[in-house]
């Protein structure tokens, strides 16, 4: 079965702290896997995507096909992180596959 | 970027009445909207595949008569919620697929419906 999991529902970290949001997936293809962030009252928008490899606003994926995990880290935490992240999983149908999401709240 | 534009951002309506929600790419054509639901603090749950000028692609469990799609145009997806109930409140969300630009997803506002 395709499923995107993410096992936290909060994380809650100081501001400065290291912080790592977890995601593992199953699917029997080549993933195509995304992390969203839905700032308070905003849209649900595209953080990053991990054919691309980059790093937005500090953060970074990488895809572990071994342990079938998309973990979101970022080395130092700031107030403005604070959010609801999702991971995503992109079928080949181009549907995308949410895990449950995981609210992030950075305290000053 | 390209933006995704949902109307209403909220509605109120009476069980039994039926309300329509539109889902609206503002500069760039989709032929392939997509069409979510989230409950609060929940993950979003994917309804159904809206694609311009064929019949949408419900998912398992959704009731395709319940819930009525229509893609009539490559920037305009409409969903229907007929013969609202209260259980049907829920937090509406589209989004659209970018040709191009590594079919990026950009997703709407969502819409509130409440149904009383």
């Known amino acids: 079965a395709q499923r995107v999991t993410q096992p936290e529902k909060l994380l809650s970290v100081f501001k400065g702290a290291p912080v790592e949001l977890k995601c593992n997936y199953s699917y029997s293809g080549s993933p195509e896997l995304f992390w969203y962030v839905q700032y308070s009252r905003q849209r649900l928008q595209l953080l990053l995507r991990?054919?691309s490899r980059e790093s937005i606003k500090g953060f970074t994926a990488d895809l572990n096909k071994g342990e079938t995990s998309f973990h979101l880290k970022k080395p130092f935490a700031q107030e403005e992180d604070s959010a609801m992240y999702y991971c995503a999983l992109k079928r080949n149908t181009g549907k995308l596959i949410f895990g449950q999401g995981t609210t992030l709240q950075v305290k000053p | 970027g390209a933006v995704v534009s949902q109307h209403p951002s909220w509605v109120i309506c009476k069980s039994g009445t039926s309300v329509k929600i539109e889902c609206r790419s503002l500069d760039f054509q989709a032929t392939t909207m997509f069409w979510y639901r989230q409950f609060p603090k929940q993950s979003l749950m994917l309804m159904a595949t809206s694609n311009e000028g064929s019949k949408a692609t419900y998912e398992q469990g959704v009731e395709k008569d319940k819930f009525l799609i229509n893609h009539a145009s490559l920037t305009l997806s409409t969903l229907t919620v007929t013969s609202a109930h209260p259980e049907d409140s829920s937090f509406y969300i589209c989004?659209?697929?970018?040709?191009?630009?590594?079919?990026?997803?950009?997703f709407g506002e969502g819409s509130w419906l409440t149904v009383v």
């Open positions: 991990h054919i």
């Open positions: 989004s659209a697929s970018q040709a191009g630009s590594g079919n990026t997803i950009y």
